[in-house]
């Protein structure tokens, strides 16, 4: 009796850690492209950095969502390419090519660990020349 307990218990427990969500930069960097702020949203903390190349501020999740959808409808997004990407004392960083219609963007995501999830807390976006 003790032993179907135990693989029932067992069962059990690999049944709710699958269900967990487990984040990864390569789900963030997927959402930035195909430049759907829907999707890139569940990733942003709840404060995050922006730099654009007109300003650069923190923002709020849900001011932070809106400036990014601006940016995305002003620059509709092509395809983003990772040049680089590692960690760093428990953050990770990835930098990239964001090609969008109205020109390319060197793009930084700069990413920390918070519970199981993966949040972006940093997001720069420089004009290439």
Known sequence: MKSVLGLALLI???????FRPDYSIDDITGAMRSGNINTLSRYLDSRVDISLPEK???YSKS???????????TNVVRNFFIKNK??????EFCIGLLQT??????????IKQKG??????????QACQ
Not at 116 to 124: A, I
């Open 12 to 18: 059990l427990t690999l049944v709710l850690v699958s």
């Open 56 to 58: 650069s501020d923190t």
């Open 63 to 73: 001011q932070a969502e809106m400036i990014i959808r601006d940016f995305f409808n």
């Open 86 to 91: 590692g960690e760093n004392g428990g953050s």
């Open 101 to 110: 219609r109205n020109g390319d963007y060197r793009t930084t995501l700069f």
């Open 116 to 125: 199981d999830k993966l949040l972006l807390q940093e997001l720069r976006f």
